[in-house]
């Protein structure tokens, strides 16, 4: 079991409690927009879209938002057209970071990626330079005090979860990205409510980070995901609760 905190539950807990909730809407919009534009406007036949909404819920989105999102998407209503983007680079301490970007403007994006990394102490590299120490993984997030580790590793590991960790308030299953639906329909069908299911890219190995390199590591990781454009930020660095719980304090 792991009793360190990740970047997964960190900025989940931070999206959950976030009082720029303008930001936040905007951003989970784009990605209803995108999941619609890409795979259809049918939440049951397109899992991403379906998670996407998930998403949008549960930051207590309007239901109309949400339609008006999907329609844009399909092409039924106008809307801006977004391209998904990746950027790679490093953060003190030779942190790797993976920044997946939304944008109607790929100039403005990379230029404020950019920034960002240079005034935080990061720099940002060349494609290919840290991505291969992620893979994509099915991510799902489970209160601890809502079921047993025996009960939930009962039902996740028959519908193919990887494995499960402990990660703060949390439980961290982990499965193959076309396993992520499956998964979710036997923890629904157990009676266990995740807070959380995406797919997400999951470092190989994690660095594990002292007071002083964690403070600044997560500096920059804010900086990013306060970015208009940027969507999802990865990291492989790893803090232990304790320091955590002082960086919060």
């Known amino acids: 079991m792991s009793g360190h905190s990740k970047w997964a539950t960190t900025k989940h807990q931070k999206a959950v ?12 919009i784009r990605i209803i927009e995108v999941a619609a534009r890409e795979g259809g406007g ?10 996407a909404i ?19 998407g399909t092409g039924e209503i106008e809307g801006i057209k977004y391209e998904t983007l990746t950027y790679e680079g490093y953060a003190p301490g030779g ?16 230029a404020d990626v950019r920034r960002v990394f240079t005034k935080n102490g990061g720099t940002l590299g060349d494609p290919g330079s840290v991505a291969w120490m992620f893979t994509r993984k099915g991510v799902v997030l489970i ?3 809502s079921v047993t580790e025996d009960d939930l590793m009962m039902a996740a590991m ?7 960790t402990e990660d703060g308030d949390y439980w961290q299953v982990l499965c193959a990205p076309t396993d992520l639906q499956q998964l979710k329909d036997a ?8 807070e959380s299911a995406r797919l997400a890219m999951e470092p190989n190995a994690s660095v594990p980070l002292d007071r002083e390199l964690a ?7 804010d900086a990013l995901d306060d970015e208009e454009d940027v969507q999802e930020v990865y990291s492989n660095f790893e803090i232990p609760e304790e320091t955590l719980a002082e960086l919060n304090a």
């Open 158 to 164: 028959e519908a193919g979860a990887d494995d499960i």
């Open 17 to 28: 409690k976030d009082a720029r909730r303008g930001k936040l809407f905007a951003k989970t």
């Open 42 to 51: 049918n939440p049951d036949t397109n899992p991403t879209l379906a998670d």
């Open 187 to 194: 923890l629904a069908a157990a009676g266990i409510e995740p």
């Open 143 to 145: 209160p601890r005090d």
């Open 215 to 221: 403070d600044k590591v997560l500096k920059l990781m």
């Open 54 to 72: 998930a998403r949008a819920r549960a930051i207590s989105m309007p239901n109309d938002t949400i339609e008006r999102a999907v329609k844009r």
């Open 95 to 110: 942190v790797a970071v993976l920044v997946e970007v939304l944008t109607d403007n790929r100039n403005r994006a990379a």
